[in-house]
């Protein structure tokens, strides 16, 4: 549910081209930054399998984090 309220506000942001919204989904990336890098780290049991998606996923968020901040430096130029 949290994931998919931050992917909504990114996604409201960048239609809307605001950096209130984008501004939300980056701070709301970090919990989400915070409980892969548990999956990944800090769980007792790992399957190969976890490591793999978990390593997916840790780039997309983090490719996404990367291009919330590219948007909001270009929506506050305009």
Not at 34 to 61: E, N
């Given at each position: 549910v949290f994931d998919g309220c931050r992917l909504l506000l990114g996604s409201k942001g960048n239609k809307t081209e605001q950096g209130g919204p984008i501004i939300l989904f980056l701070v709301m990336s970090i919990p989400s930054?915070?409980?892969?890098?548990?999956?990944?780290?800090?769980?007792?049991?790992?399957?190969?399998?976890?490591?793999?998606?978990?390593?997916?996923?840790?780039?997309?968020?983090g490719f996404e984090f990367l291009l919330g901040i590219v948007?909001?430096?270009r929506f506050r130029g305009k």
């Open positions: 930054i915070l409980a892969i890098v548990y999956f990944l780290h800090l769980q007792v049991f790992v399957l190969r399998i976890d490591l793999i998606l978990t390593g997916i996923l840790a780039a997309f968020v948007c909001v430096i």
